[in-house]
């Protein structure tokens, strides 16, 4: 079949992106799904800072790549052996770590650290090695993290696919599979925050906002919101956030003053080593900081290492919040319907496919929490 899909062609290019085009949209014909893998019709995927960061050169991928990773859709075709999970009309949530369910980190519950997916995300394939993408070229573009939403239609495996519920849109069904893993997640499993806990989110998009919610939903007694941008935080102080701080080096002083000397558990979501080294400086002795953030390979991270021992600091990684996607997104679906994590606030607009590169733009300005191309 013949697709329209957003195709990165070019790493590192300046902005505006609306004029550099980083992205062309371009018709690729696509294979039929093979064994274990399904054929979705996509609904909506949503604009994340992961794909930014491959745009902007962070994140060195395989080009061309067909971008997008937060999508949700309808099946339309299985391939051998995908209708034991499967049925065609199912909608589902796609995630971006296909995990194998076989490897050494899957049997131990941490599916996020597949070893299997990892190395196909790395490849820009799917799980079995195979690129389903055929160019006008006779050359096969990538897939972005198993998924590749940007399109109008893509194969991914079943191992990527969640199903849910038909009445939950796509465009909120989407932030489930990156935006509400990676940050309710983090605070849920990686930070483990109870009842009574003093918390600080420093960067304030999809994912840091998901953790906020995930936060209130757990009971902390106060919660630091912290941004440089003053939108982001007045929209925390509504979804929860007891504290709003503008980000810079005065954050750290602020916030061990509204948290009496250090927040127990501290989550950042930037992607810089300089605002994860400001997390952790207002992390309370004893306390954890854990970071979801995917800051540039090159960067280096230095802290005062006799802290971790004198202090019994805790620096915790989070890749896709530590979740197990088939646990997790019916869970945090469930807590969506139930008022405690109000996702459609995610939410800034639509923008269509022919007009991503704007749609960038706004995100890389933090004009925007998520953006979703509908289809």
């Given at each position: 079949?013949?697709?329209r899909a957003?195709?990165?062609?070019?790493?590192g290019?300046p902005?505006?992106?609306?004029d550099?085009r980083p992205i062309r949209?371009?018709?690729?014909?696509?294979d039929?799904?093979?064994p274990?893998?399904?054929?979705v019709?996509v609904?909506?995927?949503?604009l994340?800072h992961?794909d930014?960061?491959v745009?902007?050169?962070?994140?060195?991928?395989?080009?061309?790549?067909?971008l997008?990773?937060e999508?949700a859709g309808?099946v339309v075709?299985l391939g051998?052996?995908?209708?034991?999970?499967?049925?065609?009309?199912?909608?589902?949530?796609m995630?971006?770590v296909p995990?194998?369910?076989?490897?050494?980190?899957?049997?131990?519950g941490r599916q996020?650290?597949?070893?299997p997916?990892?190395a196909?995300?790395?490849?820009?394939?799917?799980?079995?090695?195979?690129?389903?993408?055929l160019?006008a070229d006779g050359?096969r573009?990538?897939?972005?993290l198993?998924?590749?939403g940007?399109a109008?239609?893509a194969v991914?495996?079943?191992?990527?696919?969640t199903?849910?519920d038909a009445?939950?849109?796509?465009e909120?069904?989407a932030l489930?599979g990156?935006?509400?893993?990676t940050?309710?997640?983090a605070?849920f499993?990686?930070?483990a925050?109870v009842?009574?806990d003093?918390?600080?989110?420093?960067g304030?998009?999809?994912v840091g906002?998901?953790?906020?919610?995930?936060?209130?939903a757990a009971?902390?007694?106060?919660?630091v919101a912290?941004?440089?941008?003053?939108?982001?935080r007045?929209?925390?102080?509504r979804?929860g956030a007891?504290?709003?701080?503008?980000?810079?080096?005065?954050?750290?002083e602020a916030v061990?003053?509204?948290?009496?000397?250090?927040a127990?558990k501290?989550i950042d979501?930037?992607?810089?080593?300089v605002?994860?080294a400001?997390?952790y400086?207002?992390?309370?002795?004893g306390?954890?900081t854990v970071?979801v953030?995917?800051?540039?390979?090159?960067r280096?991270?230095v802290?005062?290492?006799?802290s971790l021992?004198a202090?019994?600091?805790?620096l915790?990684?989070?890749y896709l919040?530590?979740?197990?996607?088939r646990?997790?997104i019916?869970?945090f679906?469930s807590?969506y319907?139930s008022?405690?994590?109000?996702v459609?606030?995610?939410?800034s607009?639509?923008?269509?496919?022919?007009?991503?590169?704007?749609?960038f733009?706004?995100l890389?300005?933090?004009?925007?929490?998520?953006?979703?191309?509908?289809?």
């Amino acid at each position: 079949m013949t697709v329209r899909a957003a195709v990165l062609t070019e790493l590192g290019l300046p902005g505006p992106y609306a004029d550099s085009r980083p992205i062309r949209v371009q018709e690729l014909a696509l294979d039929p799904p093979g064994p274990g893998e399904m054929l979705v019709k996509v609904g909506a995927t949503g604009l994340c800072h992961s794909d930014l960061s491959v745009v902007n050169g962070s994140r060195p991928r395989p080009l061309p790549m067909v971008l997008g990773h937060e999508a949700a859709g309808e099946v339309v075709e299985l391939g051998q052996g995908a209708e034991a999970e499967f049925a065609v009309g199912d909608h589902v949530v796609m995630s971006f770590v296909p995990a194998c369910g076989s490897c050494r980190k899957c049997v131990s519950g941490r599916q996020a650290l597949c070893e299997p997916g990892a190395a196909a995300n790395r490849a820009g394939t799917l799980l079995t090695g195979q690129r389903r993408w055929l160019a006008a070229d006779g050359s096969r573009p990538h897939h972005h993290l198993g998924v590749s939403g940007f399109a109008e239609y893509a194969v991914v495996s079943t191992t990527s696919a969640t199903r849910v519920d038909a009445d939950l849109p796509h465009e909120i069904a989407a932030l489930f599979g990156c935006a509400v893993l990676t940050g309710a997640g983090a605070a849920f499993y990686s930070a483990a925050v109870v009842p009574g806990d003093r918390v600080a989110v420093f960067g304030l998009g999809g994912v840091g906002l998901a953790a906020l919610m995930a936060v209130k939903a757990a009971g902390a007694s106060t919660i630091v919101a912290v941004d440089v941008v003053a939108h982001k935080r007045e929209l925390a102080l509504r979804l929860g956030a007891t504290h709003e701080v503008a980000g810079g080096p005065d954050a750290v002083e602020a916030v061990r003053d509204l948290t009496g000397g250090g927040a127990d558990k501290v989550i950042d979501t930037t992607g810089s080593e300089v605002v994860l080294a400001q997390a952790y400086a207002a992390t309370a002795t004893g306390g954890t900081t854990v970071t979801v953030g995917l800051p540039h390979p090159d960067r280096q991270l230095v802290l005062p290492a006799l802290s971790l021992v004198a202090e019994e600091r805790t620096l915790k990684g989070s890749y896709l919040g530590s979740c197990v996607p088939r646990r997790d997104i019916p869970r945090f679906i469930s807590l969506y319907r139930s008022g405690q994590l109000p996702v459609q606030e995610l939410l800034s607009g639509t923008v269509s496919l022919d007009d991503i590169n704007t749609g960038f733009d706004r995100l890389a300005g933090g004009e925007a929490i998520r953006q979703v191309v509908r289809f």
